[in-house]
């Protein structure tokens, strides 16, 4: 019977949620577990690379509501930041790319005229990601509790966490330096990339500007990173292909690149440009350094990217691989001399000057490292890579040498500060900062450094809140163990945070100065509590009005009298203890899930939050980090025209099939490229199962046999390892053993003969209830096949019981498959048409020492060990065996899993199990079977096989 992928999901969808086993209410007394994934930005329409998280939260949330849990799981939105604005001019414009993604998304023209309005773009695909998101994949999702970023109860629980992190002095005002669109104001720079198009990687740098004085009195402004090798420069180096200004910045007159000069204006005040020039009015020039007064030559690069810093730059070939390659090739370059005036003396003047003794090197490391890597052109690629190993190495374990003056004998990286303090505290340097690359606003606009004046922070520097925090979470459950590790490391290095901006922008008003607006990951860090409010606003019992600092004192904090806080809100007593009651039930938040890019962002504040503000009772339990899915050359980006549609993959391939592929096809913790022929064969092997599983249904019924116990044991060991995979999160491993393992398991049992059909269907039945979390519309199918009442969705999934009988079943039928295995092997290998096969099944001495030393034994080393010991106690006889049995067990044992160890350990009569069994292998080889035991005297044994025999390992003649 074909399976009708759309149908199928259409109607369970329905049936779920008419049914409203997806709603979440209190149940005093019954354990819970509340879920949340981070929620995605409204910036467009998601991808496939989104679902990944989302399908394997819901699979958890699935398999815990099957384990007896009241599960929570609910969905928003967060439209805070520029993302909706960008959208909605890229509309008014009629950029073409925007609209052709919405019309080829059934958008109507009255539709793309609504979507002018940011707000409107925020509601537009709120209900896109609701309805063609996650319905469309089935999500157990309680969908009265939605809530989004920009609601008027949103707002007013982010002015509450605002007021409450003042109240704990957790909010510290300064000035600031930070990335700013001119448009939109300052932006938040990290991996998420929620404000930005492009750039997420990038650092603000603190250069610090030297001013090398001209004789007309201008001063050459050069930015370095290194002012400390202020004792090394020989030369300046200017493009002058390049337009400079003349800028006045205070009473002095800056000669700087036209765009440094607009760079330096959102820094400094009264920076105004009066004039300007090429750069090659200023070659074969000469101006003093600071500090030292040295008078040096300017010559020419190209090099100077009039973007990066001033545009100009000082020379310091001894330990500048770059300066001392372009003084090389401006030695030869005999057109540039000409060109600019620049002679022999002025070059050889400008030779290398030793400052730093560099461990691994000589006086001059820039040059001795091109020599050795052969590189005599600023073409040259590697001129990075020896820029970063000298850098590196003189940097950090460097030492001032004696032409540094009284920097002689310091370190580095403490002279640089120092020297650097000096000359800002004599005038000659001031502090500039600029971004390591490009950086572009969701807007389209250039991001740039600018000075905030009155810049508000949350202060996760604060040391009492920094060392709750790391020693919470040392007790969280995170996942992958290395991000539990560097969570630490993460905390510890985490400073004050910008937590409001000035500019256009949508979200909450800050509560103390309402020009601002709460930046995207400040309003991110508590919202899973609004979850639990969400559903009270949204059915109207409490309104946004009524939601004042009193009302959240009161159902967060436990503060103040039910009466007195209806009074002064408005919202019934009774409203209020039932929120106040949800809460305690639901929090804390047993997992919060988000991609690898929330490591050093959302999720130290999302902590670091939560214990600054609530009772330690109500501190998150755990963290899960996914990785991405991927696109061929990186990353899948929603905001740069993303990848496959999702509903456009959901009808292509089914959700299921998509579900099962986000859950198997790698770990969670690394990145999987997306692939239309992987998950096409996801969905070949839905559809594989489904026609397995109405073959079993539909079989007649047999006769019992003693394969059934096998069978019954069977699914009582994958329930068993299924159980322990999901405890650990380990979604994976959890499918392989569903999707890959499990019919396998009732194909040996149909071979072996069994024909029970209630046996069968009692197994179908804890098969379909696994496949429940993963594919949950396939199984609902089955499981109506099957004629069961409900759904299997929330159905209860059995305990294990894995009695000592069942082990032994499975240890027998485990003996049989592997023997069959090996049997196969053999015959493949000496292309042999057998006639008659004689087994041999182990000595009991070797069986009850085995089993012993298993027991005892820690490592192969052991095992053998043990063996060896009891020797003396064997028959002579089996005294010649048990030395090359001890090594054989041994290389065994070492390469044994803990479980399989403890399989091993398992007494069976192999002989007993065999000779039963001789039948079946005559059916399966088509030639006699004999049973023996290796000792037996009267055994068939030409070639002297017997004595290979292990236990678990039978040796096979074969005629």
């Known amino acids: 019977m074909a399976l009708d ?16 086993i997806n709603e979440s209410d209190p149940e005093p007394g019954r354990a819970k577990f509340f879920m949340i994934f981070a929620y995605p930005g409204v910036t467009g329409y998601l991808h496939v690379g989104h679902m990944r998280g989302y399908t394997v939260s819901d699979a958890i949330v699935r398999y815990k509501l099957m384990t007896g849990h009241n599960v929570l799981f609910p969905v928003g939105t967060h439209a805070t930041g520029n993302g909706a604005i960008s959208f909605a001019r890229r509309v008014e414009r009629r950029d073409p790319a925007t609209v052709d993604l919405l019309t080829s998304n059934g958008c109507s023209e009255e539709t793309l005229s609504r979507l002018t309005d940011p707000v409107e773009v925020v509601r537009f695909f709120n209900d896109v990601y609701l309805n063609d998101y996650w319905k469309r994949f089935g999500f157990m999702s309680d969908w009265r509790r939605f809530t989004s970023t920009i609601n008027p109860d949103y707002n007013r629980f982010i002015e509450w966490q605002m007021t409450k992190l003042k109240a704990q002095d957790l909010l510290i005002q300064k000035p600031y330096f930070a990335p700013a669109c001119v448009e939109h104001g300052p932006v938040a720079i990290d991996a998420s990339e929620t404000d930005i198009l492009k750039g997420g990687s990038a650092e603000v740098l603190e250069y610090t500007l030297l001013k090398f004085d001209l004789e007309d009195g201008r001063k050459l402004v050069a930015a370095t990173l290194r002012p400390e090798t202020v004792f090394g420069l020989t030369n300046f180096w200017v493009n002058p292909e390049v337009e400079y200004v003349d800028a006045k910045v205070g009473d002095e007159t800056w000669v700087v690149s036209r765009p440094a000069a607009e760079k330096l204006a959102l820094q400094m005040d009264a920076v105004e440009v009066v004039s300007s020039a090429d750069g090659a009015a200023l070659m074969g020039r000469r101006c003093r350094a600071p500090f030292t007064g040295k008078m040096i030559t300017i010559f020419p690069s190209v090099l100077c990217d009039p973007e990066v810093g001033t545009g100009l730059v000082m020379s310091v070939p001894s330990d500048a691989p770059v300066d001392w390659i372009g003084l090389v090739e401006l030695r030869v370059d005999e057109g540039a001399k000409e060109r600019y005036g620049i002679t022999e003396e002025m070059i050889d003047a400008a030779s290398p000057v030793p400052i730093i003794e560099t461990p691994g090197y000589g006086p001059l490391p820039a040059v001795e490292v091109t020599e050795r890597m052969g590189i005599k052109s600023l073409d040259d690629p590697r001129l990075e890579e020896a820029t970063k190993e000298v850098y590196k190495t003189g940097f950090h374990k460097g030492v001032m040498n004696s032409s540094c003056g009284e920097f002689a004998g310091w370190a580095v990286e403490q002279a640089k500060d120092a020297v650097r303090e000096q000359m800002i505290e004599a005038g000659a340097a001031a502090i500039f900062y600029d971004l390591s690359e490009e950086v572009l606003c969701r807007c389209g606009s250039k991001v740039f450094v600018k000075k905030i004046p009155d810049q508000w922070f949350i202060d996760y520097a604060n040391p009492r809140l920094k060392e709750q925090s790391k020693d919470h979470a040392r007790t969280m459950r995170i996942l992958p163990r290395e991000y539990h590790d560097n969570i630490q490391n993460v905390l510890e290095w985490y400073r004050e945070r910008a937590c409001v901006r000035l500019g256009n922008w949508l979200g909450t008003r800050f509560p103390f100065d309402r020009r601002w ?47 007195s806080v209806a009074e002064m809100t408005g919202i019934d007593v009774g409203t209020l203890e039932a929120v106040r009651a949800e809460f305690e ?6 997992i919060n899930l988000g991609g690898k890019e929330h490591m050093t962002v959302h999720f130290p504040v999302f902590l670091m ?4 503000l609530l009772r330690p009772e109500h501190w998150p339990r755990g963290i899960i980090v996914n990785w991405y899915i991927t696109a061929t050359g990186g990353k899948i980006s929603k905001s740069k025209g993303g990848a496959q549609p999702i509903p456009d993959a959901a009808e292509r391939f089914g959700v299921d ?9 790698a770990s969670l913790y690394v990145d999987v490229a997306w692939e239309d022929e992987k998950v096409e064969s996801y969905r070949d092997r839905i559809e594989r199962i489904w ?42 491993s959890y499918a392989n053993d569903v999707y890959f393992e499990m019919s396998h398991d009732f194909r040996w049992y149909l071979r072996r003969g069994g024909a029970s059909k209630e046996c069968v269907r009692d197994a179908l039945r804890v098969w379909t209830q696994l496949m429940a979390p993963v594919t949950p ?37 485990r003996l049989l498959a592997a023997l069959m295995t090996d049997i196969s092997e053999i015959l493949k290998v000496t292309s042999i048409e057998p006639s008659r096969m004689v087994l041999m099944t182990a000595p009991k001495w070797k069986a009850d020492m085995l089993g012993s030393a298993l027991r005892e034994g820690e490592s192969g080393a052991d095992v053998g060990k043990l063996i060896r010991e009891a020797m003396p106690n064997l028959s002579p006889e089996a005294r010649k065996e048990a030395p090359a049995f001890a090594k054989a067990v041994a290389s065994d044992v070492n390469r044994m899993s803990h479980e399989e160890r403890r399989r091993a350990s398992a007494r069976i009569d192999e002989l007993e199990v065999l000779s039963a069994a001789a039948c079946f ?16 005297p009267k055994r068939t044994d030409p070639k002297g096989r017997a004595k290979q025999a292990r236990p678990g390992r039978p040796a096979v003649y074969i005629e």
């Open 5 to 20: 992928f759309a149908r199928m999901e259409a109607k369970w969808q329905d049936a779920w949620y008419e049914a409203r």
């Open 517 to 563: 607006i709460v930046e995207a990951i400040a309003d991110s860090t508590l919202y899973p509590i609004h979850y639990v409010l969400a559903k009270y606003v949204n059915d109207g019992s409490v309104s946004a009005d009524g939601m004042t600092e009193e009302f959240f004192d009161c159902v967060l904090l436990g503060e103040g009298d039910f009466d």
């Open 585 to 590: 039930y639901w929090y804390p938040l047993d």
């Open 609 to 612: 939050n939560h214990v600054g």
């Open 657 to 665: 099939a998509m579900r099962l592929f986000y859950a198997h096809i």
């Open 691 to 732: 026609s397995f599983a109405n073959d079993l249904v539909e079989m007649d019924d047999g006769p019992p046999a003693d394969i059934d116990a096998w069978l019954r044991a069977r699914m009582q060991s994958r329930l068993a390892q299924a159980h322990k995979h999901m405890e650990q999160f380990d979604v994976r």
């Open 777 to 813: 519309h396939l199984a609902e199918e089955i499981w109506e096949a099957l004629g069961m009442p409900r759904f299997v969705s929330d159905s209860q999934l059995p305990k294990a019981e894995v009695s000592d009988n069942a082990e032994l079943e499975e240890a027998k039928e």
């Open 921 to 936: 292998l005559k059916e399966q080889f088509g030639c006699d079977v004999t049973v023996f035991s290796a000792d037996d």
